[in-house]
């Protein structure tokens, strides 16, 4: 069996570090640094869609990171939320997640995730996947519950929910990837990896 190489993942991202971590692999981890609010304000600007925001983001991070780390493989990942004519991002506190959440309470959104590779400062892969959730249409005393909760762990996703915890009961449907919608699309990805003797055949 061939040496696995090493990678780096560019995100400051606990869930994504966490699942790359679980499937085996060998990484270091380095904050990208960017200033995402800006980056989308001006695309947004520009008319861009959620899913091209969320590359364009993605892509950001893996070419500075992979810039400064020659011949090294850097993975970059963002998510975007869009819900009709709103965009999302993480929010800073817990009053704000509440916000968020009463916003999106009863509706359908869309999650873009996107996860981009680089190397030597140009992209070389990346890949999009589009979920639709659904929240059904809780009750006051339900979110504040859910909050209370999660605590500061509802300020760690761009939709205020983790999915793979108590955030799952504020849905009623949901169409995507399941890992997608945590942070990160691995599935394509590790077959990225492969073809790249990062991740063993």
């Not at 699942?19 to 600007?45: Q, W």
């Not at 983001?57 to 869009?82: C, R, T, W």
């Not at 009623?172 to 990225?192: E, N, T």
Request: some cysteine; overall charge neutral; aromatic content about 6%.
């Amino acid at each position: 069996m061939a040496e696995e190489k090493k990678f780096i993942l560019a995100s400051s991202s606990a869930t994504r570090r966490d699942l790359l971590t679980r499937a085996g692999l060998t990484f270091e981890v380095v904050a990208p640094g960017v200033d995402e609010e800006a980056m989308k304000a001006s695309l947004r600007s520009r008319r861009a869609t959620g899913g091209a925001t969320a590359e364009a983001l993605a892509e950001l991070k893996a070419v500075k990171i992979s810039g400064a780390n020659p011949g090294v493989l850097v993975i970059g990942a963002d998510q975007m939320l869009v819900c009709g004519t709103l965009w999302f991002s993480k929010p800073e506190t817990v009053e704000q997640a509440r916000e968020q959440l009463q916003t999106l309470r009863g509706k359908t959104h869309e999650l873009f995730t996107c996860v981009c590779v680089a190397r030597d400062g140009a992209r070389l892969w990346h890949h999009t996947e589009t979920a639709r959730l659904t929240m059904r249409n809780f009750s006051d005393g339900f979110l504040d519950d859910y909050l209370s909760q999660t605590g500061s762990g509802a300020l760690q996703s761009v939709g205020a929910y983790q999915v793979e915890g108590d955030g799952i009961q504020l849905f009623s449907r949901i169409l995507g990837d399941y890992f997608a919608i945590m942070g990160l699309p691995i599935l394509p990805l590790l077959d990225f990896l492969r073809t790249h003797m990062v991740v063993a055949r």
